[in-house]
């Protein structure tokens, strides 16, 4: 800048000026910026807080005309009394062991199956995977009625078995794709070192690889425990005892259920949600890093 | 000569000639061989999986859609009465198709748009970007059911706060989730809400980090501003990805089906009664596996059409940087 | 590198984690509660002798346990056997049947709505009752309402005994008595007024700048509608039930239109928004359609803070009365090992003792579906008067009451197609005319469809 004064003077006025005028333009865009993305941040939140707001609520607060914001005396016994109502404790069990083991399941497969179409070169090998990622376009519906019918024959109707079960086999095109994916971006060459070691399939695979893929496994885990948490038609077709309910089709059965002698059931309605969120939440707060690289990979090497 | 030639041929093991198994398997040498007969049965559970869960079931599908048939009762082969029923007979088929793409039409492109601005909003490199990511996509995580029931009561006509909030400002609000005309509109709301801040800003923010800085620079050069930036280097940049947001983002939305379940169970007035719930309702509480099955098949063959539409267009649009023509 | 060796050796490697895994996943099942039926849903067993077994389905509601309650008590008469108790969702048991039936592990005891009854019997689920009948004086037919044994037939065979009847969801009117005194009205006598008189009340009892309607009343279902289709003297459906009458029967249309005049007319009932949790007991409205199922609840609900008051729905213009046995069945499964020792349990979870147990001790406003147990002096005294003048209505021949099933069993269809264009027509969203055919032909559409 002091060399630009001594040539040319006036230029430099004018530089400094307008120098001046955009930084008080960039301060502004900033100040914009942080606004908009607090104003949208509220947008995002406020429906959580109305859920837990209306959960804490009195019976009389819930139907007054102009809504409260808050309740006047938090009711906090109405969490306790969602589990009377409903047998919620036990909804959450046969949600927690069946997204146990669709997870393991699903990241226990898929990475075999992975490892096979990053590795291994063998005939047919691309149009298998090639239908492997077709089945990722076809909508549910195609398969549900056959798959029902399946199950019905083999008896696991109203057993969580259709719920995990096919995950064991292979784990979904999605879990295949990504794995594969992380594979191919590692260096071959670890491979072939050790197979002059001396290490066969097994070793390679266990000991090398999939300490390596522990990101992508970990991203898996979460999405296949966030899709099963949430699963609401498979449960829904497959299960009619109230005792077999995942938290999904518990929720929806909650909604449903006739008034005790007229109570709204709101405040109790929204409880039940808020128990049901918070754990993908707590995970998803957990899992952050997995979770968000996993969906850039998938998007991107695609 | 022959006992040289063994000697190298056994000492070099790798020459040797595949067996049958690894012949068929496409290999050349037993080395190959034994790779590719691993690389196969390393594949067999999802093989497996392949055939019991996905072909042999779509192929099921497209024998019952020829019967009428219900668990219970043996089947009746009636040919192709169940799909002239579904183009002529049934009320509901062409209007549950309609409101689908009606609401697809308007999910999708708001949805792309307002995941792209967010992952531009986040790619301003703002000092708390990590923190605004999370809280944008924290409603993504909410399950459809809870979605469902919160927003009915958010959306509650009278004591709801969207509508007291519409109140403040002068207007009347509508009745939402409880209105035939708003019903649609309510979820397309519910929907973006959800979905706007989730796996497609993601993908964005990937993608918009990918460009590469010095086509921003010479764009700079040469005297472009930001909107020119945005729609000469950004977009074109990003095609890729808005590709694949938008493939998979029509496929999830034409497959509506919780949100419209648990909020308004198909109505007020069938106004919510997607494709995916007729197909639910045909097939699971009318018991009409059959007829079920012929209007997913249809619904398959329309999603492939689309889709190959989508792909094709796309040569015209979409920018892989680095791919020779 | 002997690649046959080592390939044998990491096979089975390979296959110890294949069955390991799949080993780790077959424990884990088995360790959670819930899987199994019969076990963990709350049922009891009791001790095995070699009577056979005997699966009951109950309801899974507090109202609902003397059935649970009574298997007991025939279990302990019957050490032998050993009954099994399961409680099931009654949204679920329709479906529950068609998985169960089709995989023949149909309890031996089920209990059926009348919604999915008809069907489930047009699928031979059920066991035919009328030879094991025949020999039973125990059972004791006649002491069944008529319009409720009628809903355990199908095609005039008896394949369920009924165990519970409410006339309908708009069977009564409740008043708030408060209200009515406020407007200088008094509760009606049964006997006395019609719809329009009705009407005339509601206009009165609006208060608008109070947020205050007159009713609430709306045939939510197709078969309310026919409750007020038998107060105008005629049907919902033709005789055979193949036949729609909505909008080609004089009597129907005058009924949908005093239905429709209460809100695009007379102004005295909400429409669809202002009707989104109306409530009653906190007296958004004055009169409320209300089931004679409920008044016991309502009771409860209301308790000081109103008087309140029931009366039975209004005649028809021309002083004709008619209301919907609403009724559930129990039933025995076609498939039962011991078919008379299931009768004998039936017997007995329908009897008079069983429907007197749930009356007195559990309140239940829907007892069993036996003259001798509405019309049991204790009961009558204990519970408000309105009782009395259901079972008058029961009794009386010349009131209709069968519950219009189509006669191709579609009911789902038929209700949801009802549900989903009769609100139009009765809010006033669409014109009268139209709203009518809407409503016509969409049901007629399912009526013309074969038998399911």
């Known amino acids: ?302 | 000569m022959a006992a040289i030639t063994e000697s190298s041929a056994i000492s070099y093991g790798g020459a040797k000639e595949p067996g049958l198994l690894g012949r068929l398997a496409g290999a050349k040498t037993a080395l190959q061989a034994n790779e590719a007969i691993w690389g196969y049965i390393l594949l067999t559970p999802w093989i497996v999986g392949l055939l019991i869960f996905w072909i042999g079931p779509i192929l099921a599908s497209a024998y019952f859609s020829v019967l009428e048939y219900d668990v219970l009762s043996p089947s009746k082969f009636i040919g192709l009465e169940n799909y002239i029923r579904a183009f002529t007979g049934d009320k509901q088929f062409w209007p549950s198709f309609g409101r689908t793409f009606y609401y697809s039409i308007v999910v999708v492109p708001l949805g792309l748009f307002g995941s792209l601005a967010l992952a531009i909003l986040l790619n301003q490199k703002l000092k708390a970007t990590n923190f605004f990511r999370t809280i944008f996509f924290l409603p993504h995580l909410t399950p459809a059911v809870a979605l469902a029931l919160l927003w009915v009561w958010l959306l509650h006509p009278t004591v709801g706060p969207v509508n007291t909030a519409l109140g403040w400002i002068g207007i009347d609000g509508p009745g939402w989730l409880t209105s035939k005309d708003w019903a649609i509109p309510a979820l397309i709301l519910i929907s973006l809400w959800s979905g706007v801040g989730g796996n497609g800003m993601l993908i964005f923010l990937a993608g918009l980090q990918g460009v590469p800085q010095e086509l921003y620079e010479a764009a700079e050069i040469d005297g472009a501003g930001s909107w020119s930036k945005f729609r000469n280097v950004t977009l074109p940049m990003i095609s890729p990805t808005l590709l694949f947001n938008l493939i998979l983002g029509i496929i999830g939305a034409l497959k509506v089906f919780t949100l419209a379940f648990v909020a308004t169970n198909g109505g007020p007035s069938f106004a919510t009664w997607f494709y995916a719930l007729h197909i639910y309702r045909q097939s699971f509480e009318y018991f009409r596996m059959g007829y079920g099955s012929a209007l997913a098949w249809i619904f398959v063959i329309v999603l492939m059409a689309f889709t190959y539409i989508q792909l094709t267009l796309s040569r015209r649009w979409v920018y892989y940087a680095g791919e020779k023509d | 590198m002997h690649n046959s060796k080592i390939s044998r050796r990491s096979f089975l490697q390979w296959a110890g984690a294949g069955s390991a895994t799949l080993a780790l996943a077959a424990c884990a099942p088995a360790a959670a509660p819930g899987a199994d039926t019969g076990a963990a849903s709350g049922g009891e067993a009791a001790p095995a002798g070699d009577g056979g077994s005997m699966s009951v389905a109950t309801f899974d509601a507090v109202l609902h346990d003397w059935q649970r309650e009574f298997a007991k008590r025939w279990a302990d008469a019957h050490p032998e056997v050993d009954v099994q108790i399961e409680s099931v969702v009654y949204g679920e048991m329709a479906k529950l049947q068609l998985a169960r039936a089709a995989s023949g592990t149909m309890w031996d005891l089920v209990f059926s709505g009348i919604k999915w009854f008809p069907f489930s019997a047009s699928k031979d689920m059920f066991l035919n009752l009328d030879d094991f009948l025949a020999n039973r004086e125990d059972a004791n037919l006649d002491d069944f309402f008529a319009t409720a044994l009628e809903g355990g037939k199908l095609d005039g065979t008896l394949y369920g005994l009924p165990y519970e009847i409410h006339p309908g969801n708009p069977a009564l009117i409740a008043f708030n008595v408060d209200m009515l005194d406020a407007a200088g009205l008094s509760v009606p006598q049964d006997d006395d007024w019609t719809v329009n008189d009705y009407a005339e009340m509601c206009v009165a009892l609006t208060k608008p700048e109070e947020g205050v309607w007159g009713t609430n009343y709306l045939p939510g279902n197709y078969y309310d509608f026919e409750s007020i289709a038998r107060a105008f003297n005629t049907d919902i459906m033709n005789e055979d039930r193949t036949q729609l009458l909505f909008a080609t029967d004089e009597a129907n249309r005058a009924a949908a239109e005093w239905i429709t005049k209460l809100r695009t007319d007379l102004m005295c009932a909400p429409n669809r928004e202002a009707a989104q949790g109306l409530d009653f007991t906190a007296g958004a409205v004055a009169t409320a359609q209300h089931c004679s199922c409920s008044v016991n609840g309502t009771i409860t609900t209301v308790g000081d803070n109103f008087a309140l008051d029931f009366a039975l729905f209004p005649k028809g213009p021309e002083g004709y009365r008619g209301y919907t046995a609403f009724t559930s069945n129990y039933s025995v499964s076609a498939t039962t090992a011991d078919p008379d020792m299931a009768v004998d349990l039936l017997i007995y979870l329908t009897s008079e003792e069983a429907g007197t147990w749930s009356a007195l001790e559990q309140g239940t406003g829907q007892p069993n579906a036996r003259r001798s147990v509405w019309e049991n002096e204790e009961l009558l005294s204990k519970s408000h008067p309105i009782f009395r003048r259901v079972v008058n209505m029961y009794n009386d021949a010349s009131i209709p009451g069968p519950f219009p099933m189509p006669s191709n069993l579609r009911f789902s269809e038929l209700q949801d197609n009802w549900a989903n264009t009769s609100p139009d027509l009765f809010y006033g969203d669409v014109g009268f005319e139209e709203g009518l055919q809407a409503v016509q032909d969409a049901m007629q559409e399912i009526l013309d469809l074969p038998r399911a």
């Not at chain 1, 076809?138 to 008896?155: A, E, N, R, S, W």
């Open chain 1, 1 to 302: 800048m002091a060399t630009q004064t001594q040539v040319m003077p006036g230029r430099t006025t004018a530089l400094s000026t307008s120098s001046q005028s955009i930084k008080r333009q960039k301060v502004l865009q900033i100040i914009l910026l942080y606004l908009l993305s607090i104003g949208l941040s509220l947008l995002f939140i406020f429906p959580f807080f109305w859920t837990v707001s209306t959960s804490l609520k009195a019976l009389d607060e819930l139907f007054t005309f102009p809504p409260t914001w808050l309740p006047a005396v938090p009711q906090w016994q109405n969490y306790p009394a969602v589990l009377n109502r409903v047998p919620f404790l036990l909804w959450t069990w046969n949600s927690i062991y069946i997204v146990a083991l669709n997870t393991l399941g699903t990241v226990l497969s898929a990475s075999l199956v992975a490892y096979s179409f990053a590795r291994f070169r063998y005939r047919w090998r691309e149009a298998i995977f090639i239908i492997t990622l077709g089945t990722m376009m076809l909508p549910d519906q195609v398969t549900m009625i056959p798959q029902y019918v399946l199950f019905h024959k083999l008896g696991w109707i109203n057993t969580h078995l259709p719920l995990w079960l096919p995950s064991w086999f292979g784990g979904g095109a999605f879990a295949i794709f990504l794995i594969r994916q992380f594979i191919m971006s590692l260096p071959r060459e670890l491979d072939e070192a050790a197979l002059i070691d001396g290490a066969n399939y097994w070793r390679i695979f266990w000991q090398i690889l999939m300490p390596l893929c522990k990101p992508v496994m970990a991203t898996i885990a979460v999405i296949t425990f966030i899709g099963t948490w949430n699963d609401f038609q498979r449960p829904l077709i497959y299960l009619q005892l109230r005792e077999l309910f995942t938290l999904a089709v518990g929720l929806n059965y909650f909604n449903t259920l006739p008034e005790m002698g007229g109570e709204p059931m709101q405040a109790l309605l929204m409880a039940a949600s808020v128990m049901m969120i918070i754990p993908v939440i707590v995970l998803f707060f957990v899992a952050q890093r997995y979770f968000v690289q996993g969906i850039v990979l998938s998007g991107i090497k695609g």
